[in-house]
Structures are given as structure tokens and as C-alpha cells.
DNA sequence: CTAGAAGCTCACATCAATGTCAGAGGCAAG
DNA sequence: CTTGCCTCTGACATTGATGTGAGCTTCTAG
């Protein structure tokens, strides 16, 4: 398939997916006229490189992780196993202060709402 | 205390401190040669406003949730807690959907170690 | 009083991902 | 063949948080 339709499949535009390209996320064949010709799976790798995008991880990050998902266990395998044992880890402390946060917002949501009924009881009592 | 201190006390920049308040995000009183002055209170919210930025809130965002944590249940504060019941519901999506990003960097490591068993055992073998 | 550290404002720079525009060429349908 | 859509490259714009530097003032320690 041609750019276009891979921007459309994956909803991402035909913009970031040069850009994933010259980042060397992406790969293309060119045809003899210069078009970029993709097969499915890119599809499936694009979803997983936004994965990775909303996972907060750079371009450049993706970019050592994403080779051993397309030939695992090359000579840079064991660089790239560390580096995704270290970005998951990562990972986990985001998530562990995403919900430290979420709670925090939690009780302010709660502290609000408890002062809210003070207002109220007067008016009730 | 001066602006240098709650830098060093909250680990922010003194760049980031007015920035932050050139967004609203934190009030200073001015001394009268024009210096901010802050309180032990500023700390904590400065902590606070880090804990929210690094959940993804924009500056805009926290503008509008952080005032009812200065003085709960003004009149807006019927906007502000829809405002953060539905910015805890977006962090709880995104909590979800790094747990899956990190599930499949998980499998993705698994995968990579088992080419790895695969490739030792015919030499153990 | 003086030197150096710290503050002030204003403005321009940076980074990363993406948008957008221009000018040119490719391709399929009428 | 032409028309309209798609693609190409290359460049500049944008957004948000922050860095950085200039030029000036204020505070503090000796």
C-alpha cells in the first residue's frame, strides 16, 4: 500500500509517518518512481510504535528498542534487552506516580466535596 | 523566602518558578523593590503543580484545578471539580494504557529471551 | 562602601513531533 | 491527453516548558 492508505488504516498522518521514517522507525520499499510502498505489517507496527509514542518514550528510544521486534535476538540484542528492561522500568515508576497523582486528585475531589456539604448542612439543618 | 530558595528547596528552576506564574499557576508577593516573596505553602503547591505536570496536565489545565486547593468551594468550583473528575478519568485511562504498553514490552522481552534459550540450546546441546 | 551573589524584565533559543505550504512529478479515470 | 488526487522533497511554523544571555537593580557580607 502507498502512504496514504497507511495514514488512513493507522490514523496517523502521512506527515509523522515520513517522519517515523527518517527517524528510522519505519521503513519503506520505493518504487522505480520514488513512492513509498508499505506491506501489513507496518500497520501493526505503527500501532506499536504510538504505543510507545503515548508511552512517553522519544523517537530515538523507539528507535533502539524497535529492531528486535523485527529480527529478534541480533548481534545488538543484548543492548537492546537492557534498554527495554530499563525503559520498562521506567515505565513502572510513571505509572506508580500516575496513581500517587490520581490519588492526590482524588482527595482534593474529596475535600471539595466534603466542604461542599458543610455549605449545604446549614441550609438542610 | 526569596525566589533562589524555593528553587533550591523544590528543585525547580528559578525560570520554571516565574514561568509559573506568569501562567497563574503560583502567586508571589513583591517586596517593594519588586522582589517575590513566598511562603513554607509554596512549596508544597510547587510540588504539587511538578506532580501534575508530570501526570501530562498542561499549565492551562492546572491553572483551572489548582485554585480549589487554595480555598475549596468558591463559586467556581462546580467547574473546577468536573474539571478534575475528568482529568482523573483521562489519567486513568492513560494508566491503563501504559500498563499495556508495558505488558507488551513484556512480551516483547520474553520473546527476545526465548530466541536467546532457542540459539544456546543447540550449542549446549 | 564595595564586590559579588541574586533578582528583575525582556527577548531570543531549544527540542520534538507535527502542521503546512510550495513546487514538481506520478498515476488512474474520463 | 487532461484533470484531479496522491506523492515527493524541502523548508518554515507551531506549541510548551525551559535554557540562556543582556542590561540593570537589589541585597548581603566583608
Known amino acids: 500500500m502507498r502512504i496514504g492508505e497507511l495514514a488512513s488504516r493507522t490514523g496517523v498522518s502521512v506527515r509523522s509517518l515520513r517522519y517515523y521514517e527518517e527517524q528510522g522507525l ?15 505489517n507496518e500497520v501493526e507496527r505503527v500501532a506499536f510504535i504510538q504505543r510507545l509514542y503515548t508511552a ?3 523517537s530515538r528510544t523507539i528507535a533502539e528498542l524497535l529492531p528486535c521486534t523485527e529480527s529478534p535476538s541480533t548481534e545488538n540484542s543484548d543492548a537492546a534487552l537492557e534498554r527495554m528492561a530499563q525503559e520498562r522500568d521506567r515505565l513502572s515508576a510513571h505509572i506508580g506516580d500516575l496513581i500517587r497523582t490520581r490519588d492526590a486528585l482524588d482527595g482534593l475531589m474529596a475535600v471539595n466535596r466534603a466542604h461542599r456539604e458543610q455549605l449545604r448542612v446549614p441550609l438542610a439543618g
Chains 1, 2 share one sequence.
Request: no cysteine; hydrophobic share 10%.
Open 56 to 58: 512517553g518514550l522519544s
Open 26 to 40: 519505519l521503513t519503506s520499499t520505493r518504487s522505480s518512481s520514488g513512492q513509498r510502498h508499505y506491506t501489513d
